[in-house]
């Protein structure tokens, strides 16, 4: 019988949620408030964990430098009073929070026409697409 090519996939997915499952408190109800998944080698990927303490004003975000993508996530903060205001430039993203800007200098070039970002549950998911060129050939 084939191997279906989505085995690991799914294979990968369940053990990362066992292991979820096991490390959460038995004391507490477990409440899921953001998620990414992103598929591919992690060797390829580099994360970056920004945190600002709660009085500068700075946006606590991760950054994961994929093969083909950067993705940004951050938690909106819960005292705002607005949406954040987000500007994608080809070497960096800015991210402006009731008047708190956040700016963030992207490891490559991006094309800011294709990259997009999502406001959904308190969760701020920005997607940024690499420019193809000679430096970078694998997008």
Do not use: W
């Not at 084939?2 to 369940?14: E, G, K, S, V, W």
């Not at 500068?56 to 954040?84: K, W």
């Not at 991006?110 to 940024?128: A, E, F, H, P, Y």
């Amino acid at each position: 019988m084939p191997t279906d090519p989505y085995d690991d996939l799914f294979r990968n997915l369940a053990k990362a949620i066992e292991d979820l499952f096991s490390n959460l408190s038995q004391d507490e109800p477990a409440r899921i408030i953001g998620c990414t998944i992103i598929s591919g080698s992690a060797d390829s990927s580099v994360l970056e964990d920004e945190e600002g303490s709660d009085d500068d004003g700075s946006f606590d975000y991760e950054l994961i430098d994929g093969p083909e993508c950067i993705y940004i996530t951050g938690e909106i903060p819960p005292h705002s009073d607005n949406l954040p205001v987000v500007k994608i430039m080809p070497s960096s993203v800015s991210i402006s929070v009731d008047g708190d800007e956040t700016e963030i200098e992207l490891p490559i070039e991006v094309q800011k026409d294709d990259s997009r970002s999502v406001i959904k549950n308190g969760m701020l998911d920005i997607v940024c697409r690499k420019v193809l060129n000679e430096n970078n050939p694998e997008v």
